[in-house]
């Protein structure tokens, strides 16, 4: 899987977009860039995930570059239960059932009121 | 949170005494996983199952043993916990589909003494 790097910790204001970057430079191209986010003490929790083109949903966008060697989580309009360690993984898509997720450190999102 | 629950949710108990986790989920999907999260570690993988009575090791499995009997459960037994297994277990399923999407319970928070 493609390594990513991502900031230690960002702040945002409540009711601001939250803009979480991810740098994956060694990407592949069958790799899709996925979002995850972890809230204190709960399970991690899917967000987004994409190959090329930009995605939205209900949680969130997700905009990768045209060389897809970066990618940004928006979060439209944060709120504080948005407080949380946002992981991006970028990896293959596998045939193997055994295909753990490997989460870095991910970035500690803190949104203040 | 794709019908997952585990159980218990908390759980105190002492070196050499067996302890049994429970995961549940209520979609059917084939795919069951087990991860222990720990400070500095990250999540792993512990065992993992793609079918009823399907079921291959992770990364760090030693003292760990897991049961499918039913789709909808996936136990996970420690036959003689230590203190090195105290952690948070995470449940997850994945989704079928070329992508790798998982969805996890809410945890375990296992003690042991």
């Known amino acids: 899987d493609a390594k990513t790097t991502q900031p230690t910790s960002m702040d945002c204001a409540e009711g601001r977009a939250a803009n979480l970057p991810c740098n994956h430079s060694t990407i592949s191209g069958n790799e899709y860039v996925y979002w995850y986010r972890q809230i204190h003490s709960q399970g991690p929790q899917y967000i987004i995930h994409g190959l090329k083109n930009n995605e939205t949903n209900e949680m969130a966008s997700l905009i990768i570059t045209e060389d897809r060697k970066s990618s940004t989580l928006i979060l439209p309009h944060a709120t504080l239960r948005d407080t949380a360690v946002y992981y991006c993984i970028v990896r293959a898509p596998l045939n193997n059932a055994g295909n753990m997720l490997t989460f870095g450190g991910g970035t500690r999102l803190m949104v203040k009121p | 949170d794709a019908g997952i629950t585990q159980s218990p949710r908390h759980k105190v108990t002492e070196t050499g005494t067996p302890v049994t986790l429970r995961c549940h989920q209520t979609e059917n999907h084939r795919y069951m996983y087990w991860y222990r999260q720990d400070p500095g570690h990250g999540l792993r993988l512990i065992h993992y199952s793609y079918g009823v009575k399907d079921t291959d090791k992770g990364e760090v499995s030693d003292g760990y043993s897991v049961s499918r009997s039913k789709t909808e459960d996936f136990l996970l037994t420690l036959e003689s916990a230590t203190s090195s297994q105290t952690s948070v277990y995470f449940c997850?399923?994945?989704?079928?589909?070329?992508?790798?999407?998982?969805?996890f319970g809410p945890g375990t928070r296992l003690t042991v003494l």
């Open positions: 997850a399923i994945r989704t079928s589909g070329a992508t790798d999407t998982q969805y």
